[in-house]
């Protein structure tokens, strides 16, 4: 067909796919006698973010390792020059023993994203990467449950009504259950004491030479404003300066940014700049900055952020006194401009159950759990071993939770807060929230393909209370306005239902009932308990607007499956340095 229609065979058969590039290029490696390298099982030298390419275009030769001595190279060639290469490599074996031979496709994905430290979690662990959105299988499941759906609709009204507060009863019921219980652990059983062990003077290093060396990463992007702030409370850390590696991690574009460090810097910081690059994620930062770390153990902090001085040492002592597999230590994130809007004391609230209740609950009984976006403490070596953050995930912390339960380490909660502000306008908030759907979206839809693997690497004790927390938290935020149109128009007579007259319909108004009352009651019980101690400035009106409050997170939901649908990778940016009034250090509450 070549020779009729003219060109190369080898160009007939990859542009009809009769074979796939994979196949005639590993066909080209056995025939040159060399080896062939599959997508992905490589990455190029990078010198200063600088590949070590050579030549032009995709061919190569790329430097990808150093083996014995020698360098190793990857190269794609032309399709129509296999004769050549098979004779150039004859008559230099020496230069052969050095080349790999891959396809184009694959040194594309080399050159352009595994070539920074950004793509060590594509490279190493592709099946765990959220740069492909929805596997096929994943469709196919997806597929099933609507047909499925379709079909219920054609159920009677009452099996209708009876499935669906089943659905929300499950999972509101759950969740309610797990803040009540949190609260009640937190309250009467001290938790955060219990977990965690007291050490005594003779626990602290002598001088400042024992203590390990620690790498703070700060992720920064058009925030010259918090600047001075920022250097200034990280300055005060109570740790040896000689022990620290502060990194401000800088777009390359953020040019006011980096222009604003000028004259702040001290001895143990420096600005590290992150080249252009896709997607232009906090995590994607995150990595460079890791790759740049010197530090045994690596925290991280965003830019309004005003962690307890003694934060790091508090982590090194717990580090000191915990088995190897402890690998991240979360502290407790607390809102101090709660009194700003109706949204900072809702959102301040929210974090007060999640940090001083669910997680430090969770960390007792020896479960996974989501991580905060901050103030999480790492082993730097267990953080590589699990490859890092995932650039593709915009919510990189709740997906490095379950990642690290998944290769067989543990988590837990570090008593310790930093103090931070929450967003004061619905406009930054919806924006924010969003996100962090999208986020927790994605990191189901990459931990769930495989479900038999997942619960086999974390374990089903570990795997099922984390399930319960998200996807109940997901299945509540997607049904709960329609619950709450469905639940006043009935009490209201608007439908004409006449449900009760039945035995399923008395079932579907108990069923109902039970819900609201567990998933409000839970809330407001478990936000008042965990807003008292934090003094956090709570009202009437903030408690009886905890269901519009989840309605306004419900439209952000929603905003999250669109943006997951066009845009998975895009990073909706939180401005920082908008409250009005942050509490001062005084004012807050013991934790």
Known sequence: MASYHGGNPAHHLLRHSLITEETY??????????????????RPLVIGDVVMQFGEGEAGPLLIGIETGRPIYAIAPAAEDLFELRALLGRYPDWARCIRITTPSAMRIAITVLKAPAGELEQRFPEMSARERVTPGQYSGLSMLSTGFASGLLLPLEAQAFAFSFLVGLSCISTG????????????????????????????????????LYTILVPLYREAGVVPGLVSALASLDYPGEKLDIKFLIECDDLDTKAAFSGLLLSHMEVVVVPEGHPRTKPRALSYGLAAAKGEFVTIFDAEDRPEPDQLKRAVQRFRASPEKLACLQASLSIDNAGDSFFTRQFAMEYAILFDQMIPWFSAEGWAFPLGGTSNHFRRSALIAAGGWDPYNVTEDADLGIRLARFGYDSA???????????????????QRARWYKGWLQTCFVHLRDPGLLLKQAGLAKTIPMGILIAGSLVTLAVHPIFTVV?????????????TETLVGQMVVILSSLTATVGYGATVFAGITAARKRAIPLRLIDVAGIPLYWLCASLAFYRAIWDFVIRPHHWHKTTHGTARKRALPGSRSAH
Request: proline share 8%; with cysteine.
């Open 177 to 212: 259950y797990g803040r009540v219980v949190s609260a009640v652990r937190a309250g009467t059983l001290a938790i955060c004491d219990r977990i965690e062990p007291h050490f005594g003077v003779a626990a602290l290093p002598a001088v400042a030479q024992e203590w390990p």
């Open 487 to 499: 639940m006043f128009g009935y009490l209201f007579g608007l439908w004409g239902l006449p449900l």
């Open 413 to 431: 909660a570090l008593n310790s807060t930093t103090y931070e502000e929450a967003p004061v306008t619905w406009k930054s908030w919806y924006a």
């Open 25 to 42: 290029y590993s066909a080209v490696a056995e025939i040159c006698a060399v080896p062939f390298l599959p997508d992905g099982s490589f």
